[in-house]
């Protein structure tokens, strides 16, 4: 008898004490998280495909290319496939260049991204700032 009062006693106290822990671990959480976020918590993100007119070799915008791109808070990329029809391009050392069709590819990826700031533009819309390497 004496042994089985002993664990029921040993029970009631570990019972006592993790519930003692979790209330003190919820009450901890809810104090840090109303002090660490005193304002609305905001991130951006999306992804599409935009569609560009390049200058076709006279200078015109007629040269579709189709950019998809992808980001959020952390991550960014952007790329084109394809170029169906030749297009020109100012370059910094070469001047105005003639890309030939389906001879272009670009691709950019961005690792190291970081939220600047968001900042409302009182229409209903938003404008996210991002920065990244």
Do not use: W
Not at 75 to 80: D, L
Request: proline fraction near 5%.
């Amino acid at each position: 008898m004496r042994a089985l009062a002993e664990v029921l006693s040993r029970r009631l106290t570990l019972r006592r004490g993790l519930t003692a822990i979790v209330a003190f671990s919820a009450t901890s959480t809810r104090s840090r998280t109303a002090i660490a976020a005193p304002g609305e918590a905001m991130t951006a993100s999306g992804g599409g495909v935009n569609l560009k007119l390049m200058p076709d070799v006279e200078g015109a915008p007629t040269v579709p290319l189709r950019e998809s791109f992808n980001f959020d808070a952390y991550y960014a990329q952007c790329v084109i496939e394809d170029n169906p029809d030749a297009f020109s391009m100012e370059t910094y050392s070469m001047g105005k260049v003639v890309i030939e069709p389906h001879s272009f590819f670009m691709a950019m990826y961005a690792h190291e991204m970081s939220l600047v700031s968001i900042r409302d533009l009182g229409d209903g819309r938003r404008v996210a700032k991002l920065t990244g390497d």
